[in-house]
C-alpha cells in the first residue's frame, strides 16, 4: 500500500511535497521513490476536547507509520566538504541568565510581532506594550528563576549542544563550525550572524532546537533570518538551507524512547505507569486560523515515540496535553493542569511527566513541571511520580542531529522550487523564504475568537464591545503613567495597590488581542 509522509505541513490552503512510501503490508520493509504530489492540508478541531487515555498499539497501528531513518552511510562526505566552509546556525529562544536580564529579556520576547500579533492600526504600541508587560511580569518572574538557581541555564546547555555536534560532524568527516543564535537573548542571532560572516562561511544549514515547528518559535526565528539576510550582499550570496521540524526522525525517537524508558525502571510497578507527554501550548487561532501545523506534528511525534515503545515491550497507556496557557483566549486542549488533576479522580496514582517539545532543560520543565504540576499532582491523588529529563546531549540525539545536517548539505544552494520535487532527502528541506511561503505565506493577523462584527445582546456584540472598553481602559493607563497626570493621578490611587490592578489589566488586555502570549517567561 501507499502511504503519504508530510515534508512539510500548511494551511488547507497551501500546497506541500511529500514522499511516497511503498509498504509491503505482509512485512515491515519500506521503500521511498522519488514520487512528489502535491497534497492540501486542512486542520480542525472539535469544539469539546477532553483527555483520552490511549491504549497499547496494535501491530497494524505500526504498519501503518514510518520513521524516517538516517540515510548518512549513503552520502560521500568528502564531496560535501571540498567547496567552502561549512557552518550549522543552532537557534533557539534564549533566556534571562541572571534576575538583572528578566525584564529585558521578556521586553524583547514580548515586543516580536509574531508574539504578540497586534491589529494593524495598533502597531505602534508594540514597543510601549512590551515595556508595560515586561515590567509588570518581572518580579513574579524573577520569582521563578530564583528558584531554579537564578537564571534560565538555556545558554549554557545549548553551548554544550554546539560543541558535541561539532564534535559528532568531525567524527563523521564533516569538519564545520557550529554557531548558537537566541531569538530573544544573548548570543542574539544577529551576533551569530556577524561571526558566521567573520569566520567565511559559504555553506550553511539552519537548524532550529525545536522538534515540532511553529509559527511562534521556529517561525518567528526564520523570519528574522530573513530579514537578515535581504538587508546583508554577504548573506544573499550564502548558500544555505532550514531544516525547519525533526521529529519524525529515527534518532530523535529513539533518544526519546531510550529517556523514558530509563524512568519508567525506576517506578515499582513500571507496568502501571501512566506516560504523560506535556507539550508547549499555543492559542488555538495559530492552528485553527494560521494553520500552524505544530498539533498535527506534535501529535504524530508522540505516537512515533509510542511506536518505539511498544517494541520494546512497554505497552503503558499515555495521554497528551499542553501546558503554559496564558490569558482569556483559548489555546490547545487539553490543558496540562485540567488534565492532571482528571487522571487523579480517574483513580492514576502513577504518573511519568514527559516533556516533549523541549530539548534543554529550562523554567518550563525545572518550575512548571518539577514544582508547579508535581504539586498539583500529589494534591490530585497521584502518589508516585516521575520526570524524563530533556533531551541536553544525549548521544543518540546529538548524533542524529549531525546526521540531519549531513544528509542537508547535498541541497545547500539548491533552493529553486523546481529542486523542490527533485529532492528525496529524509529533512523537510528548504531556504528560508520559501520555508515561510509554505508556512506563513501571507503572515495575516490571526483571526479574533469571534470574527463576525454583531451587535446587540449577542455573544459577539459583547466580545467586540469589551474589546473596545478594555482598548480604551490601556489607553488611558497609557497616558496615564507615560505624562504623570490624570484622573487616577488626581484621586491619589494610580501608584497604590490600585496601580498594580491597573498593570496587570494591561497585561489581560495584550493577551487579549494579541492572541499569542506565550508564557515562556
Given amino acids: 500500500m501507499d502511504l503519504l509522509l508530510p515534508r512539510s505541513l500548511g494551511s488547507s490552503q497551501m500546497v506541500s ?12 520493509s519500506i521503500n521511498t521513490s522519488k514520487t512528489s504530489l502535491p497534497l492540501r492540508y486542512s486542520f480542525c478541531l472539535s469544539g469539546k476536547q477532553s483527555i483520552s487515555l490511549k491504549q497499547p498499539l496494535t501491530k497494524a497501528s505500526l504498519q501503518l507509520r514510518a520513521v524516517l531513518t538516517s540515510k548518512t552511510r549513503d552520502i560521500s562526505t568528502s564531496s560535501l566538504t571540498d567547496n567552502g566552509k561549512i557552518g550549522v ?66 545558554r549554557k546547555i545549548t553551548d554544550e549542544q554546539a560543541e558535541e555536534l561539532r564534535k559528532a560532524l568531525c567524527e563523521k568527516d564533516v569538519p564545520a563550525k557550529v554557531y548558537v543564535g537566541m ?14 560572516k567573520k569566520d567565511g562561511i559559504s555553506k550553511l544549514v539552519v537548524l532550529p532546537l525545536y522538534p515540532q515547528f511553529s509559527i511562534s518559535t521556529s517561525g ?15 548573506l544573499v550570496n550564502m548558500q544555505h538551507t532550514v531544516i525547519p521540524s525533526w521529529y519524525q526522525r529515527e534518532g530523535y525517537i529513539k533518544a526519546m524512547g531510550d529517556l523514558i524508558e530509563n524512568e519508567l525502571r525506576k517506578f515499582e510497578q513500571p507496568e502501571k505507569v501512566m506516560i504523560f507527554f506535556s507539550a508547549h501550548g499555543v492559542p488555538l487561532a495559530y492552528v485553527e486560523e494560521a494553520g500552524d501545523p505544530y498539533k498535527a506534528e506534535m501529535e504524530e511525534c508522540v505516537d512515533l515515540i509510542m511506536e518505539e ?80 529529563p530533556a533531551l541536553g546531549c544525549q548521544p543518540t540525539f546529538i548524533s542524529d542531529l549531525a546526521d540531519a545536517v549531513i544528509e542537508s548539505l547535498p541541497y545547500v544552494g539548491a533552493m529553486a522550487v523546481s529542486n523542490l520535487e527533485a529532492r528525496q532527502s529524509l529533512v523537510p528541506l528548504g531556504s528560508v523564504e520559501e520555508l515561510l511561503a509554505v508556512y506563513d505565506s501571507q503572515r495575516r493577523e490571526l483571526p479574533a475568537p469571534v ?23 490601556v489607553v488611558l493607563v497609557f497616558l496615564e503613567v507615560m505624562t504623570g497626570e490624570g484622573f487616577l493621578h488626581q484621586w491619589g490611587i494610580c ?4 496601580s498594580k490592578i491597573c498593570v496587570l489589566g494591561v497585561v489581560d488586555v495584550s493577551v487579549l488581542f494579541s492572541y499569542s502570549l506565550m508564557s515562556i517567561c
Fill in 183 to 196: 531569538r530573544y537573548w544573548h548570543p542574539f542571532t544577529e551576533e551569530a550572524i556577524e561571526q558566521i
Fill in 451 to 473: 470574527t463576525v462584527w454583531e451587535w446587540g445582546w449577542t455573544k459577539s456584540a459583547e466580545t467586540w464591545n469589551g474589546r473596545a472598553a478594555m482598548l480604551a481602559v
Fill in 17 to 28: 511535497h511529500c514522499s511516497v512510501i511503498q509498504m509491503d503490508s505482509s512485512a515491515n
Fill in 309 to 388: 515503545l511498544e517494541k520494546r515491550k512497554l505497552p503503558n497507556p499515555y495521554t497528551l496535553a499542553y501546558q503554559s496557557r496564558v490569558g482569556p483566549v483559548e489555546w490547545l486542549k487539553p490543558y496540562t493542569d485540567e488534565t492532571i488533576v482528571e487522571l487523579g479522580q480517574r483513580g492514576v496514582k502513577s504518573l511519568l511527566a514527559v516533556p516533549i517539545s523541549f530539548v534543554s532543560e529550562h523554567i518550563e520543565t525545572l518550575e512548571e513541571i518539577d514544582v508547579e504540576y508535581k504539586e498539583l499532582a500529589f494534591k490530585s491523588g497521584i502518589e508516585k511520580w516521575g520526570r524524563v
Fill in 495 to 498: 501608584f497604590g495597590y490600585a
Fill in 89 to 154: 546556525l543552532l537557534l533557539n529562544l534564549g533566556g534571562p541568565e541572571t534576575l538583572e536580564d528578566v525584564q529585558p529579556f521578556l521586553f524583547n520576547l514580548f515586543a516580536d510581532p509574531d508574539i504578540i500579533r497586534l491589529p494593524r492600526l495598533f502597531r505602534f504600541l508594540q514597543k510601549p506594550l512590551a515595556q508595560f508587560i515586561s515590567v509588570a511580569r518581572a518580579p513574579k518572574s524573577k520569582e521563578g528563576y530564583a528558584s531554579i538557581g537564578g537564571g534560565s541555564p538555556l
Fill in 220 to 234: 518567528s526565528s526564520l523570519r528574522l533570518l530573513e530579514s537578515i539576510f535581504r538587508e546583508d550582499e554577504y
